[in-house]
């Protein structure tokens, strides 16, 4: 010992050594004699917390060490890579051939023309060869104040400011600006961040009408109004039935993500769970949805649009048949699929309820072709369509623009930890934790966002072009064939049992500001 006391070095190291024993000692002591809540931790004092610690952090550890390339849901590896590797700007191409399975059911094969559309023929719009602009305007067909036509063909989907970060909206909304896509701001209420980048913004409404309710929590047309005057950015409103993660319930941010400032914007009371209600109280039958429509088109004069999950079909043959005897209704409808992602929601809800993308999208628009109105509305699809051949896959459907999410997400730094509904995610994005928010830089995530979109569009146009074509909206269900069984395929036209509507489209030059 007095060897020991003679060297400062060793009695540092003896110091600490002891005092890692003394720690173990105590939580072993812990472990056996004060609590009874664990099992594990009671039997296997000090170790079983190792459980514990690995089952926290296994999504991070299975996605580097264990799950293959294609392995993990609901993004693999391969194609977090790729839009990695768009949003930084590096080669996002692969080599060696394709790893996929392409005679398993339902994979899709996208069909090449003879002679592809000339890539020096393209019409490049302000300057950004990657512009494709929507090749309808919303709201023309209802004869609305103030139509709007899209500048890009893919835009951020709902994501509110309390699900992100206020660093998270910023940026994309910054990237958006930069890449000529609009925002949608999700159901949360129109926050500053949704509008310091300079991007068009789309204004979800919610069953908790956040932004736009009175204090007595219902639906205020004179808040909505006001909100809207006084922000120009603000190019249509979006009533969100359901969601594909948790239709039939309503949108669910935990007490540790109502903050102050989030409270202030949706007009909830601070550190308590913000529940929306699983239902409108402003409507209840389809004619009172086509009014509530029509009364927000009228006092606002922007186009009104619904966002979906399908479940039962009853809803929307009265909704088309309605819209036509009416002539009134959405100017624009959003289909999402049951794959689509959420801040939280219950698990039973995210597994079982609602239909994928295709498969609902199809059942609708086959039921407004039917009532002959699926060409009077602006469809668009969302639910994992952030990758060019799920895009083509979209318009070849009858989509005329998609919605990403999660793929923005991950373009600013989601790593797919999946702990969104803690509050806790690791890369700052969906948190109000400001640690975790500050390593978010502004700036670069926005540039990353801005890649993103580019690098997407880029390679829509590709396969744009090799299947003969200027604009994705002109791919139809002939251009893609699914396989249907043992070296079986079939075109998509076949396997849905219906061609989309013809979209009217002449040229690009025809779409420029």
């Known amino acids: 010992m007095s060897f020991i006391l003679a060297n400062p070095g060793l009695a540092t190291v003896f110091g600490v050594l002891l005092t ?42 299975r996605q580097y060490w264990v799950a293959n390339d294609k392995e993990e849901r609901p993004f693999d590896r391969s194609e977090r890579a790729w839009v990695y590797a768009s949003a930084k700007g590096e080669t996002n191409t692969f080599g060696f051939g394709t790893s996929e399975i392409i005679d398993r059911a339902g994979y899709p094969i996208l069909k090449q023309a ?6 020096d023929a393209a019409t490049v719009i302000g300057g950004d060869p990657s512009r494709i602009p929507c090749a309808k305007v919303i709201g023309a067909v209802h004869g609305r104040r103030k139509p709007y036509r899209p500048a890009s063909i893919v835009n951020i989907s709902a994501m509110s400011f309390g699900s992100l970060g206020a660093r998270a909206v910023e940026a994309l909304n910054r990237g958006a600006a930069a890449g000529h896509a609009y925002h949608n701001t999700g159901e949360g209420g129109v926050s500053p961040y949704h509008l310091s ?36 950015q603000i190019k249509m409103i979006e009533v969100k039935l359901s969601q594909g993660a948790k239709p039939g319930k309503g949108g669910i941010l935990p007490a540790a993500k109502v903050t102050e400032e989030i409270a202030a914007i949706r007009h909830v009371s601070a550190g308590k769970d913000c529940y929306s209600p699983n ?11 086509i009014d509530f429509v029509e009364s927000i088109a009228d006092a606002t004069g922007l186009p009104v649009g619904i966002k979906s999950a399908v479940g039962k079909l009853h809803f929307w043959r009265e909704l088309a048949a309605r819209m036509r005897e009416r002539g009134q209704g959405p100017d624009y409808i959003v289909i999402d699929g049951g794959e689509g992602g959420t801040g939280a929601a219950p698990l039973t809800f995210s597994d079982h309820v609602s239909l994928p993308f295709r498969v609902g999208f199809a059942r609708v628009y086959q039921t407004f072709q039917d009532a002959r109105m699926a060409d009077r509305v602006v469809w668009v699809g969302a639910g994992k369509l952030g990758f060019p051949d799920r895009a083509v896959i979209a318009f070849a459907m009858g989509c005329d623009l998609v919605y990403v999410a999660r793929e923005a997400m991950l373009a600013i730094g989601c790593i797919q930890a999946q702990k969104c509904h803690t509050g806790y995610c690791p890369a700052g994005v969906a948190t109000q934790n400001a640690w975790l928010e500050a390593g978010l830089d502004v700036p670069l995530k926005a540039k990353r966002m801005h890649r993103y979109l580019e690098s997407f569009r880029h390679e829509l146009l590709a396969l744009t072009w090799a299947a003969g074509y200027e604009h994705p909206c002109q791919f139809t269900g002939q251009d893609v064939e699914m396989a249907t069984g043992v070296e079986t395929f079939s075109t998509l036209t076949e396997v849905l049992g219906y061609d989309k509507e013809p979209t009217p489209f002449t040229s690009f030059a025809d779409l420029a500001d």
């Open 20 to 61: 890692l024993l003394f720690a173990v000692v105590v939580v072993g002591v812990r472990d056996v004699f004060l609590q009874r809540h664990h099992a594990i931790q009671h039997n296997f004092p000090v170790v079983g917390h190792l459980r514990y610690l690995f089952e926290a952090i296994g999504p991070e550890l």
């Open 114 to 119: 003879g002679f592809p559309f000339p890539s």
């Open 197 to 232: 980048g300079g991007a068009d913004v789309v204004w979800q409404l919610g069953t908790g009408y956040f932004g736009a309710r009175g204090e007595d929590g219902r639906f205020s047309m004179d808040k909505l109004v006001e909100r809207v005057t006084a922000s120009p």
């Open 279 to 289: 239902y409108h109280a402003e409507f209840g039958t389809v004619d009172e949805l």
